[in-house]
């Protein structure tokens, strides 16, 4: 099976009004988990499989637990399919990509 998420966290953090400024440190965890991955202004969309996608939402919220942050919502999209599915091939009407990426 291939698998795109989508996640938006929450955080809450007691002593900051500022949440982007958690949300920051986890888009970094993304950005080095080597999944290919799209970060939009309300949630980022991750490829991978089931196993690798579910593993980074728990570093995530891991992660936001150990910034100092009492609640953490993560907001999770799911697509599996039987067929590929890529982030690049979903958004090519949209924008244009390197073949690198």
Known sequence: MNYIMSIQLLPHHPNT???????????????????????????????????????LVKKLNGHLAQEGCDTVVSNIKLVQSEEKIEIKNVLSDYYEFDDEE
């Open 17 to 55: 009004s500022d949440a982007f400024s958690h949300v920051k440190g986890a888009i970094e965890l993304i950005e080095n988990s080597g999944l290919t991955h799209f970060i939009g202004p309300m949630e980022t969309t991750v490829e991978g499989d089931i196993d690798e996608l579910l593993k």
